[in-house]
């Protein structure tokens, strides 16, 4: 009897293992969805801002299900987009992707770099995520981002790799700036202060900027400050707190596919950087000693082709409304 039992659990746990393996590498990875968040730093009175954050397409050339969905997104009329970088997910990939992204040619769009922007994907052992990431890009570069770099400008989208800019979206004034990826040390924050001070962007040296967490969410009482937004792709401690330091009252990156493999009730086992695994995905706060920014990390749209796997871990788009604060 004793035998039965142990194999009616034995072939048990191996149907629940095949239904797991079955939701998370056919199913799951293939539910994308869109997370919506609010948050409260524009001046009184101000126009919502509804920002569109896509990160982490990983796009392969026969992903037409995933292209198809991410074109459909500009039925959500954002009044921004934010490409938070690896949108590449193949070397072959970049006449598709521009194909993917023309439908936002319209919409004001920034865009940071990730490193599967510069690197096609290898296979790799899946357990080096759970310990410190590989910081090193210590091969020749087999994707051509001068060109993918031409191709999302030429849509005439904002690059702001280490660099800074400024635009006017529904009344409100905003400034802003990037890195390039810190995953593969290629940040340069001394480049993109120095593009804020040749733009006249730099801000005064100050307990946050009015509409950050920092500052009680204070608007200011004559004209109102730019709204400051700082981008990367992987949100390295050190990277976001250059983009702190620049006075971001909000900073949008990607890379960490929210764990990619989420445990329920525990969350994400890693972040594939130095951000504490429970900030892995969605909206937190960053801060230090003097300032703080609000902080969304997107779980991205996809993974690498040779990782085809995601559980517990919907892929994602962000809509991210910027709104006055309540009084």
């Not at 569109?52 to 397409?57: G, K, N, T």
């Not at 909000?250 to 086992?269: N, Y």
């Not at 779980?299 to 892929?315: E, H, M, Q, T, W």
């Amino acid at each position: 009897m004793g035998r039965q039992q142990n194999s009616r659990a034995a072939a048990a746990l191996g149907w629940a293992a095949a239904g797991v393996l079955l939701w998370s590498t056919v199913i799951e990875r293939r539910l994308f969805t869109v997370r919506r968040h609010d948050v409260p730093i524009l001046a009184p009175a101000a126009a919502p801002i509804r920002v569109l954050q896509l990160s982490d397409l990983h796009l392969a050339p026969w992903q037409t299900n995933k292209m198809n969905w991410v074109r459909g997104l500009a039925q959500l009329k954002p009044d921004l987009v934010v490409l938070t970088g690896d949108l590449m997910g193949h070397t072959g990939a970049r006449p598709a992707l521009l194909h993917t992204l023309a439908p936002f040619s319209g919409i004001p769009t920034l865009f940071v770099h990730g490193s599967n922007d510069y690197y096609g994907p290898r296979l790799k052992n899946p357990l080096r995520y759970l310990r410190e990431p590989s910081r090193l890009s210590t091969r020749t570069q087999d994707i051509d981002n001068a060109r993918l770099t031409e191709g999302l400008t030429g849509l005439g989208f904002i690059d702001l790799n280490n660099s800074a800019s400024s635009l006017r979206v529904r009344g409100t004034d905003l400034t802003v700036f990037g890195l390039n990826d810190p995953h593969i040390r290629y940040d340069d924050a001394t480049k993109m202060r120095a593009a804020l001070a040749d733009q006249g962007l730099a801000a005064a040296d100050s307990l946050g900027s009015p509409g950050s967490p920092s500052s009680g969410v204070q608007a200011a009482a004559s004209a109102p400050a730019a709204v400051r937004l700082g981008v990367v792709h992987a949100p390295y401690q050190a990277a976001l707190g250059d983009l702190l330091s620049a006075q971001a009252d909000l900073i949008l990156a990607g890379h960490t596919h929210g764990g990619q493999v989420r445990v329920p009730g525990i969350g994400a086992l890693t972040s594939n950087s130095d951000l504490p695994n429970d900030q892995a995905r969605g909206l937190s706060v960053w801060y230090d000693a003097h300032r703080a920014a609000y902080l969304n990390v997107s779980a991205g749209l996809g993974n690498s082709i040779f990782a085809p796997v995601r559980f517990a871990c919907k892929p994602e788009a962000s809509l991210i409304t910027l709104t006055a604060p309540d009084r």
